[in-house]
C-alpha cells in the first residue's frame, strides 16, 4: 500500500511571505497522480493543485506551485505571496493508476497558519 | 460549492443506533466515493462506487455498509454505533471514466455518538 508522509504537523508564516509545505509518499508504481487539498476551519475539502506523473513539468495555479521530484518522490507546495485565507490544513494525495484501489491515499496534514 | 450533496450537515445519536447519510454527486459524475475523518485515524478511504456497483473498498468496517442508487446518489448505513465512530464523513464524486479524474468532496456529514 502506498503511504503519503507530511512532515510538518504546523506552520506559520507572515502574510506575503512564500511558505513551502512538504510531502513525500512511498509506492512501487511508475504512474500515478498527486494532489493538494486544502480544509480550511469550515472543513470544507478544497482541491488546490493536481499532479500527473508522467508529466515533468510542475503544475501551477495561480499563487500555488509544486516541485514534483519524482525520484526523490517528493511532492511539495509552494504559496507565493500568503494571504490570511489560506490558512487551513492542507493534505497531500495520491492515487495510484489503476482509479485507486484506496482511493486517495492522505497524508496527516500540515496546519498552515498565516499570520497578518 | 464542489456540487456534491451531503445530508444531514450534522448527527448526534447514541451508541448502538443506526445512521443513514447520504450523498448527490455532481451532476455527471458516475464515482462516489466515502472518507471519514477522525481525530485519531486522519482521512481514510471506506468505499467507492461506479455507476451503481462497488468498485474499491477500504477500511471500511463490517458494521458500515453502503450502496449507490440508479439515480447516482449514495448512502451510507453506519450500525451498532460507538464512540469512536464519531467522526466526519465525506462522501466525493468523480467522473470516474479517466483514472487521476478529480475528486471533489462534499461538505461532510458531522457525526457524534453519545
Known amino acids: 500500500a502506498q503511504t503519503v508522509t507530511q512532515s510538518q504537523p504546523e506552520m506559520s508564516v507572515q502574510e506575503a511571505e512564500t511558505v513551502t509545505l512538504s510531502c513525500t509518499y512511498d509506492?512501487?508504481?511508475?504512474?500515478?497522480?498527486l494532489f493538494w487539498y486544502k480544509q480550511p476551519p469550515s472543513r470544507q475539502m478544497i482541491l488546490v493543485i493536481r499532479?500527473?506523473?508522467?508529466?515533468?513539468q510542475n503544475a501551477t495555479e495561480n499563487r500555488f506551485s509544486v516541485n514534483f521530484q519524482k525520484a526523490a518522490k517528493s511532492f511539495s507546495l509552494k504559496i507565493s505571496d500568503s494571504q490570511l485565507g489560506d490558512t487551513a490544513m492542507y493534505f497531500c494525495?495520491?492515487?495510484?493508476?489503476?482509479?485507486?484501489?484506496?482511493?486517495?491515499?492522505f497524508g496527516k496534514g500540515t496546519h498552515l497558519i498565516i499570520q497578518p | 460549492d464542489s456540487g456534491v450533496t451531503q445530508t444531514p450537515k450534522h448527527l448526534i445519536t447514541a451508541t448502538g443506533q443506526r445512521v443513514t447519510l447520504r450523498c448527490s454527486p455532481r451532476s455527471g459524475d458516475l464515482s462516489v466515493y466515502w472518507y471519514q475523518q477522525s481525530l485519531d485515524q486522519g482521512l481514510q478511504f471506506l468505499i467507492q462506487?461506479?455507476?451503481?456497483?462497488?468498485?474499491a473498498k477500504g477500511n471500511i468496517l463490517e458494521r458500515f455498509s453502503a450502496q449507490q442508487f440508479p439515480d447516482l446518489h449514495s448512502e451510507l448505513n453506519l450500525s451498532s454505533l460507538e464512540l469512536g465512530d464519531s467522526a466526519l464523513y465525506f462522501c466525493?464524486?468523480?467522473?470516474?471514466?479517466?483514472?487521476?479524474?478529480?475528486?471533489?468532496f462534499g461538505e461532510g456529514s458531522w457525526l457524534t455518538v453519545v
Open positions: 462506487y461506479y455507476n451503481g456497483e462497488e468498485r
Open positions: 509506492t512501487s508504481e511508475n504512474n500515478y497522480y
Open positions: 499532479q500527473e506523473a508522467y508529466k515533468q
Open positions: 466525493a464524486s468523480s467522473d470516474g471514466t479517466l483514472v487521476g479524474n478529480t475528486i471533489y
Open positions: 494525495a495520491f492515487m495510484d493508476s489503476g482509479g485507486g484501489a484506496d482511493g486517495l491515499t
